[in-house]
C-alpha cells in the first residue's frame, strides 16, 4: 500500500503534463492558437480595386510574404492570415508591421514559431504592403 501513493502522483502528473501539452497544441475552441483553426486559409473578398499603393503592395506581397502569409493574406500552413481581427491597426499598428519585417516576430498569437526578419523588404515596400493589408482587411471589414 506504501507504494500506491508514488505510483498515483505519478500517474496524475503524467496525465497533467499530457493534457498540458495537448492544450497548447489545440487551444481553446475558437482560438488562433489551435492549428486545426488555421490549417485552411480564412475567406478573403479582395475589393475591386485598390489603391495604386495597394496594386504595388501586392506586387511586392505577393513575392515576399504570400509564400507564408498565403494569397491575399489569407494564411496557409506555414503563417497566419493578416486579415484577421488580431491584425487589426488597433491591435497591431503599422509600426507592429514594419518591425516585424525588420526585426522578425516571436510566436505569441498562433503556432507557426517565430517570424524571421525580412531584411531585404526595405521600409518602402513595408509601407506599401502595409496599404495592401490594410485595404484587404477593411474589404473584409476589419478596422
Same mark, same amino acid.
Given at each position: 500500500?506504501?507504494?500506491?501513493?508514488? &505510483?498515483?502522483?505519478?500517474?496524475?502528473?503524467?496525465?497533467?503534463?499530457?493534457? $498540458?501539452? /495537448? /492544450?497548447?497544441? @489545440?487551444?481553446?475552441?475558437?482560438?488562433?492558437?489551435?492549428?486545426?483553426?488555421?490549417?485552411?486559409? &480564412?475567406?478573403? @473578398?479582395?475589393?475591386? @480595386?485598390?489603391?495604386?499603393?495597394?496594386?504595388?503592395?501586392?506586387?511586392?506581397?505577393?513575392?515576399?510574404?504570400? *509564400?507564408?502569409?498565403?494569397?491575399?493574406?489569407?494564411?496557409?500552413?506555414?503563417?497566419?492570415?493578416?486579415?484577421?481581427?488580431?491584425?487589426?491597426? $488597433?491591435?497591431?499598428?503599422? *509600426?507592429?508591421?514594419?518591425?516585424?519585417?525588420?526585426? $522578425?516576430?516571436?510566436?505569441?498569437? /498562433?503556432?507557426?514559431?517565430?517570424?524571421?526578419? !525580412?531584411?531585404?523588404?526595405?521600409?518602402?515596400?513595408?509601407?506599401?504592403?502595409?496599404?495592401? &493589408?490594410?485595404?484587404? *482587411? *477593411?474589404?473584409?471589414? !476589419?478596422?
Amino acid at each position: 500500500m506504501r507504494n500506491f501513493k508514488p &505510483v498515483f502522483i505519478s500517474l496524475v502528473l503524467a496525465a497533467a503534463a499530457i493534457a $498540458g501539452w /495537448w /492544450w497548447h497544441e @489545440t487551444g481553446q475552441p475558437g482560438s488562433p492558437r489551435g492549428r486545426d483553426a488555421i490549417r485552411s486559409a &480564412v475567406a478573403v @473578398t479582395v475589393p475591386e @480595386t485598390l489603391s495604386a499603393v495597394a496594386q504595388d503592395g501586392k506586387v511586392l506581397f505577393d513575392r515576399s510574404c504570400a *509564400q507564408c502569409h498565403g494569397e491575399n493574406a489569407a494564411g496557409s500552413d506555414e503563417g497566419p492570415p493578416l486579415v484577421h481581427k488580431i491584425y487589426e491597426p $488597433g491591435h497591431h499598428s503599422d *509600426q507592429a508591421f514594419f518591425l516585424a519585417a525588420r526585426n $522578425g516576430v516571436r510566436a505569441h498569437h /498562433w503556432n507557426f514559431g517565430n517570424m524571421l526578419p !525580412i531584411p531585404e523588404v526595405k521600409e518602402p515596400a513595408v509601407a506599401a504592403i502595409i496599404v495592401y &493589408v490594410r485595404e484587404l *482587411q *477593411q474589404a473584409n471589414g !476589419i478596422n
